[in-house]
């Protein structure tokens, strides 16, 4: 499987919550960090999804919102925080690289103005937020 | 608290509902505007959500869609409607910000062929259409 | 009704399914290709979606997620699977379009990177993913 999402973490399901239409699950990506998915019930039913079973988490680097600063909480399930180790402005869009701590990496697509406003430079702090419900999980043929 | 989100509106809670994964919130921007988000149950309560309580309401530009011409209906729940105060090309992308009636503005990311379909230019009447699962909520700490 | 979607696929409603907060609305798009969009409960009431309805499915092109090779599934629940008719590379971003057998065609925006990671070329082989979280159904006025 290759597919254009940037950011593309293998990890085991932790946790299926099935609701009404959606489904929450939880994948541990076995680094300490771990993310949450919200996919259709149909899909969790589908891929066989349980406990223990390798998926492909892929997330968009345009799906990806960089925040810094301390004590805000967000409603994103998802707070991927570490060092920036690149950061490339374009002609509108800059592309932003989280080194995590467990050693995975996190791509974001952000605009150049984002980039300046929030003083992103190789070194710095960032946390990437990235709601439940954009990540699609994959599991390998 | 600063992200990349280019937009970022502060208002209230006026109502959370519950579902069996999902809450829908919907926020007062106090300047007779309204959004209504999609978010975990789990995070309505982790950030305690109730309301009345004070939130940023963050939206991605590249998450925006925009609209013009009558009498169409969309499901998105959000519907953002002003004149364009800005428009500008870039390479493949190009950046449109609306201002809205009660003083706020919102920012999208379009590609230049839809800027160039629509005929957007400063002063034109258009509808930036935005899903409720593409608003994260946040707290300031 | 225009709008800067660079998909907008014309169906009819082939069922709701509601949940609690949310609603799935499956749509047949004529031509053998079908899709599915996860909207808000409300909004299917306020549509009046059921069996039949003509819609408009509204996609942007920065919501697909392109992958190739075989035997891979995931959590996606629409994959429009054709060969590429035209990738051009911008600055950062490119731009991909998929002929589907149907006729439809579907427009990614994916990075310049991942057109070369996966070999994209004219001819090609491959399948754009869509969330159905990221579909918005409108109906023409």
Redesign the interface.
Same mark, same amino acid.
């Given at each position: 499987?290759?597919?254009?999402?940037?950011n593309q973490f293998k990890g085991s399901v932790e946790a299926v919550?099935?609701?009404?239409?959606?489904?929450?699950v939880k994948v541990d990506l076995g680094s300490g960090d771990h993310l949450?998915?919200?996919?259709?019930n149909?899909?969790?039913r589908?891929?066989e999804l349980a406990p223990g079973k390798p998926v492909v988490a @892929?997330i968009?680097?345009?799906?990806v919102?960089?925040?810094?600063?301390?004590? #805000?909480?967000?409603?994103?399930?998802n707070r991927l925080c570490g060092k920036v180790v690149a950061c490339t402005e374009?002609?509108?869009?800059?592309?932003v690289i989280i080194g995590l701590p467990g050693g995975n990496q996190l791509t974001?697509?952000?605009?150049n103005?984002?980039?300046r406003? @929030?003083g992103l430079a190789v070194g710095g702090e960032v946390c990437g937020?990235v709601? #439940?419900?954009?990540i699609?999980?994959?599991?390998?043929?």
């Open positions: 499987m290759k597919t254009s999402a940037r919550n099935l609701g009404a239409v959606n489904a929450e949450v998915a919200i996919i259709t149909e899909s969790a589908n891929l @892929l968009k680097a345009s799906s919102i960089l925040m810094t600063g301390e004590g #805000a909480m967000t409603s994103a399930r374009g002609a509108v869009n800059g592309e974001s697509i952000i605009t103005e984002s980039i406003k @929030l937020l709601k #439940a419900s954009s699609i999980l994959a599991i390998e043929g």
